[in-house]
């Protein structure tokens, strides 16, 4: 499954790459090479974050699904148990 960003959230990404380049090597890297080096990024290392992101995703549900018997579990046979309270004086 290919990795695509928005019309928006890509030209900010290739902003971002560009003012990392000035900043971190001293030199400019220009709006084309910037976006495929956002393109290489995406499509090299991309599906590592997204399977990462995937399963863990998957380890929070599975313990929440784990749990669910503790949220809403309910007692049987509770209808007797009111009764048999000791009573305030």
Do not use: C
Request: hydrophobic fraction near 40%; charge should be negative.
């Amino acid at each position: 499954m290919p990795l695509d960003l928005q019309r928006e959230a890509r030209q900010q990404a290739v902003t971002s790459i560009e003012r990392y380049f000035q900043a971190h090597h001293d030199e400019r890297i220009g709006n084309i090479a910037a976006g495929a080096l956002l393109g290489f990024f995406l499509e090299e290392i991309g599906p590592l974050i997204y399977n990462q992101a995937v399963s863990d995703v998957q380890e929070r549900l599975q313990h929440r699904v784990s749990e669910i018997d503790l949220e809403v579990h309910e007692e049987p046979f509770a209808y007797w148990q009111k009764f048999d309270r000791p009573r305030k004086k």
